[in-house]
Every structure is written in C-alpha cells, then in structure tokens.
C-alpha cells in the first residue's frame, strides 16, 4: 500500500519552532517532489510549498515565507518540514502529499496557494498523508 505518513505535531507556545516529518511506505521519495499543506478548521485546505500548476515553480505561501524551510533525505524515504516563530494562526492540521518528478500533471487544478498576493492553484498532488495537528497557544 501506497502512502505517506506524517508526525511531530503537538502543542507548541507561540515564538516556538516545529518539525515535521513525512515517511513514504510502498514507494521510494527520489522519485517524487513533496508539496506540504495545511488546513484549519473551518477553513479550505492551503498550500504552504508546492509546485504551480501553471508554471511548475515552486510556491511558498505568504503565510510562512522567511519561516519555512523544507528539506528531503531520500535514504530515508522521509521528507521534512520546518516552522519557525509560530503563531496561533499556524494553528491548523498539516499535510504532506508527493507527486512523481516526471509526471508532474501541469494545468491541472489542485489545493490553492497565495504567493506574492495572488492565489494561485499548486498541481494536483497524488499520493496524501493523513496530516498531524499543530496547535500553537501558549
């Protein structure tokens, strides 16, 4: 079976750091580009890092820029994601999804992403994981 499995949620106190981890099972990550999302309640799914379904750039959301860094380790088939300075709107519950480097299904709709001020749509991503809570509150 093919999926992705996330951790390293919890509580955290506003001003704090996190990091998340994204494990593959059933597949290899070399082949794939990890997008990472996030979605709190009441609110649509948003991308944070993705690729643009218009142009296949990586976007990173207005949201976190300057506080996210992303990082993939392919021996370990793991990919991560880290938030710095969070505040009790990162409160939400995150995602990671993957979609294979050669495939990438440009012009295709997916999660909506706001770069720059626009609101742009990443591509459709493939395979999701169940997302894991991050609740920032002091």
């Known amino acids: 079976q093919l999926q992705l499995v996330e951790s390293g949620g919890g509580l955290v106190q506003p001003g704090g750091s996190l990091r998340l981890s994204c494990a593959s099972s059933?597949?290899?990550?070399?082949?794939?580009?990890i997008g990472w999302f996030r979605q709190a309640p009441g609110r649509d799914r948003e991308g944070l890092l993705c690729?643009?379904?218009?142009?296949?750039?990586?976007y990173t959301a207005d949201s976190v820029m300057g506080r996210i860094t992303v990082s993939k380790d392919n021996s370990k088939n793991t990919a991560y994601l880290q938030l710095d300075n969070l505040q009790p709107d990162d409160t939400a519950k995150y995602y990671c999804?993957?979609?294979?480097?050669?495939?990438?299904?440009?012009?295709?709709?997916?999660?909506?992403?706001?770069?720059?001020?626009?609101?742009?749509?990443?591509?459709?991503?493939?395979?999701w994981g169940q997302g894991t809570q991050v609740t920032v509150s002091s």
């Open positions: 059933g597949f290899r990550l070399d082949s794939y580009a």
């Open positions: 999804a993957a979609v294979e480097m050669w495939s990438i299904p440009l012009g295709d709709p997916g999660v909506k992403i706001r770069e720059s001020g626009r609101v742009l749509s990443c591509v459709p991503y493939t395979y």
């Open positions: 690729y643009g379904s218009d142009d296949g750039r990586t």
